[in-house]
Structure formats: C-alpha cells, structure tokens
C-alpha cells in the first residue's frame, strides 16, 4: 500500500471515470448535466489526492515506474485546473450544439489520465502508454461530433500521422533498450554519463525519440495535423487539444530529454535548434495568411512550440525552469483565447473567422477589453505575462552564448506580433459585422474574465509562477 500512495491521484482518477461512464449509461438526455457535475467532482477529487498524498521529494515507487516529485504535482494540479475550465468553457456551447454528451467528459477525462501518466512515468514504456492513452482520446474527440465530416476528415488525418509518430517513438524506445539494455530513465541517464553515447545505435535512437516528441508538440516539419485538427474539431475539443496536451509534450520532453538523456545533449541540441527555428519562421509567416481564427491559432501555436523549445535547447536549470513557465502561460492563453471563440459563438453559428471579431468593442467593451489582454499577451508586449515567458526562454540561449538564436527569436516575435494586433484593429477600428446580442453565462463570464485578467496580473507579478518552477525543478 505504501508503495501505492504516491500514485494515489491516478488511481482515484481512474476509479472516478469508471463511476462517470456506468452512471452516465442510465442517465437520460436532459438529466445529462449529472455527467458534468459528476466530471467536475472527478477532477476536485483527483486534486485533493494529489495535495494529500503529494510527495516533498523525489520518490520513486511502483518497481521503478513512477516517480513522484514536486514539479510533478505542480504539473498536475495546472492540468486539473485547465482541464475544469475546459469544461466549465463547453457546457453552454455542448448544449447549444446538441452535442452534450458523456463522451465528451469521459474521453477528457481518460485524456487528463494520460497526461498525468506521462507527468510520472520514469519508465519509457510507461511514458509511451501514457503518451497512447491520451493520443487514443484526442482521435475519438476530434471525430466527436458524427455528422461533421470536416471533423471526420481531421480524426482520420491525426490518427494516420499520430500512429506514424507513435510508432516512431516506439522505435527509438526499442533501439535505446537495445543499445543500454534498461528502459529505466535514472539508468538510462547514468548510462549515458558514464559512456558518452557517442555510439551510432544511441544517436539513432535519438533521432526517432526526437522525432516523436516533436510531431507531440506540433514543431515544424511534423506539424501537418495540428491546423487542421484545431479547424476541423468542434470548438471544446479544439479548446482541450490546445492547452493539457501541451503539459504532456512538455513533460515527455522533460523526463526524456533532460532526465533520461541529459548525456546526449551535444548530440540533440542541434536537432532542437533545427525544429525550433523553423517553428518560429513557419509559425509566424503562415499564420498571417490565415482568415480563420482557429488555423491562425494553430500557427501561433507552432510558433510559441518554438520559443518553448529554446528552454530545452539551452540545457540549464533556468532553460528548463523558462520552457516550463513559457508552456504554463500558454496553456493559460490558449484557454483564453478558444474561451472567446466559445462566448461569441452561438446555435449555428460558430465565430472563428476574423471577421467575427470586427466591431467587438461596440458590442461588448468588456469581452473586447478581455481578448485585447490575450492578444497582447500571446504577442508578447509588456506588462502582460507573454513578454516575461519570452524573456524567460530568450535569457536562457543567451547565458549560454546562442545570441543568433536569441535575435532570431525577437525578430519573429515582432514578425508575430501583427497578426495579434490585426484583431485587436478588427475589434476596436471597424463596424460590427454581427450585431446579434452576446449571451453569456453569468459563471463563464467570471471565469473567462478571471483566465484574462490572470495574464495582466502574472505579468505584473511573475516573479511568483517563476520562482514556483525553480523551487519544484530544482
């Protein structure tokens, strides 16, 4: 039983969802709200464990599968945060859409299981189990919408590049246990350190590893999926594919490269730096192109990979601390950001075209005031919390003397910046093109607010969410 508690939160969460999916069977279809109070309460109890049963330090259990650290919780519970709001976002929009269904809670919470397997995994099979279970959700939920065929359409594309990719992973896994004979990450790591891995096998291992933690991040050139995932899916699946599943990428890349195959950063540091600068360029060059606002978020999401990558590429403490806080942040703004698509989208009409956002401010000064602090934020300008997450990750490559990088990355920063400020014209600097009334829940509202107006507040005060990565990874 000791050696259970520290997986005391994946255990509840997996006894939750079992409750959820036999309850929901017997449930009718206007008693189906149960489902999403009984998803909530999941989600509450899950956190709950995680702070009772969380560990003060590095505890490894379950034979060497799981480890249990700080930064983990802390992982954790901002994946239980965003994954509430992500349902508290939907609720209205589900229901409006005659899409509110047990699936859509059930497949999210089998997803959020996923991404804390992969929090915890210190073992690289376990890692690719993890990395499955939450991949197996995505492809279910993008197709959740049946009548849908452009959602279809995207299912099927993300299913054939995600099996590639996993396979790939799969591979890479298989050639590293060939080469060090163990799938323990410590081990790996101390094999590693000790031997060099300068050896032709290691470094082809390495190749695929890569390979599959960038198609999972959606870095150039193995980002074909994500913009059409991200149009193609109903809006709360694409609001969920753009926020958890970026902790997962982060923490696949965290236990693998730095903590299993730290030794090799002479030979993969070169790899990163390549998918981080061609995310940058392709992330923002093609973003301005778009006209619908879901695929222009997917390239500014290619394009925030890229910064995020540059904590990685630097090595250090503080390049990983950076990445961390980079990819928290996102994960706030993105949330944010699809919030609003959700609030001004209605039955039968979804606003995720520019357009949609054209006279905002004499509609609802508020809401526009709202998406005008996560544009800003996403692209960076100061006081909001983007610039200190950039700054964060652009110090990192500095200190360890990549200042072409580091230029490079301002300058694509400016190149992004326009097509942020583009909708903030559109809201402030155009007659509205739809005039109809937003109607708005009272507790959405509060929370699409309170999500915005955390991106002002962090920025004026980011020591606090730095400070808290450094603690936890240190």
């Known amino acids: 039983m ?52 969380g560990v003060s330090e590095t505890t490894i259990a379950l034979n060497g599968a799981f480890v249990g650290d700080q930064a983990g919780n802390v992982l954790k519970l901002f994946s239980y945060l965003v994954i509430a709001v992500v349902f508290l976002y939907s609720r209205d929009y589900l229901l409006s859409a005659g899409l509110f269904r047990g699936e859509f809670f059930v497949l999210s919470l089998f997803g959020l299981l996923g991404v804390m397997v992969m929090i915890s995994a210190h073992n690289l099979l376990i890692l690719y189990l993890g990395l499955e279970l939450l991949s197996l959700s995505l492809y279910a939920l993008v197709a959740f919408d049946r009548d849908s ?20 992973l799969l591979y890479g896994i298989s050639v590293l246990y060939g080469v060090t004979g163990t799938i323990r990450i410590d081990e790996l790591a101390e094999y590693f350190s000790l031997s060099g891995g300068t050896n032709i096998p290691a470094l082809l291992g390495l190749a695929f590893v890569i390979v599959g933690v960038a198609f999972k991040f959606g870095a150039v050139p193995f980002h074909m999926w994500l913009p059409d995932v991200y149009q193609g899916a109903p809006t709360p699946v694409t609001l969920f594919v753009a926020t958890a599943p970026k902790i997962a990428a982060f923490a696949l890349a965290w236990r693998f490269l730095i903590e299993g195959l730290g030794g090799l950063h002479g030979s993969w540091q070169d ?44 090595g250090t403490e503080d390049g990983i601390r950076a990445a961390m806080f980079y990819t928290l942040i996102y994960v706030l703004m993105a949330a944010a950001a699809f ?16 357009e949609d956002f054209k006279g905002l401010n004499a509609r609802s000064p508020w809401f526009a005031s709202m998406m005008l602090m996560v544009m800003f ?11 200190y997450a950039k700054l964060a990750v652009l110090s990192s490559v500095l200190d360890v003397g990549l200042v072409w990088l580091a230029v490079f990355g301002v300058i694509f920063a400016v190149i992004g910046a326009f097509y942020y400020i583009r909708i903030v014209w559109y809201m402030y600097f155009t007659e509205p093109k739809d005039t109809h009334e937003l109607e708005v829940a009272n507790d959405f509202q509060f929370i699409l607010s309170a999500n915005a107006l955390a991106l002002l507040v962090l920025g004026l005060f980011p020591g606090f969410l730095l400070d808290l990565c450094t603690s936890v990874l240190s």
Do not use: W
């Open 149 to 168: 065929g452009i959602a279809a359409e995207s299912a099927m594309k993300y299913f054939v590049l995600g099996a590639i990719a996993s396979g790939t």
């Open 271 to 314: 790899m990163v730096v390549v998918l981080s600068v061609l995310s940058l360029a392709v992330g923002n060059l093609v973003a301005i192109a778009q006209t619908n606002l879901k695929r222009m978020l997917a390239y500014s999401t290619i394009s925030h990979v890229g910064f995020i990558l540059m904590g990685f590429i630097a």
């Open 2 to 53: 000791l050696d259970l508690m520290p997986a005391a939160a994946e255990i509840f969460l997996t006894s939750a969802i079992c409750v959820v999916l036999i309850v929901d069977v017997f449930l009718k279809k206007e008693q189906r709200l149960v489902t999403f109070y009984l998803a909530i309460l999941s989600l509450i109890g899950t956190a709950v464990c995680s702070v009772y049963f």
């Open 339 to 354: 919030g609003m698509i959700i609030a001004l989208s209605r039955k039968g009409y979804e606003a995720e075209h520019l």
């Open 377 to 387: 934020s996403m692209a960076g300008v100061p006081p909001f919390v983007g610039f």
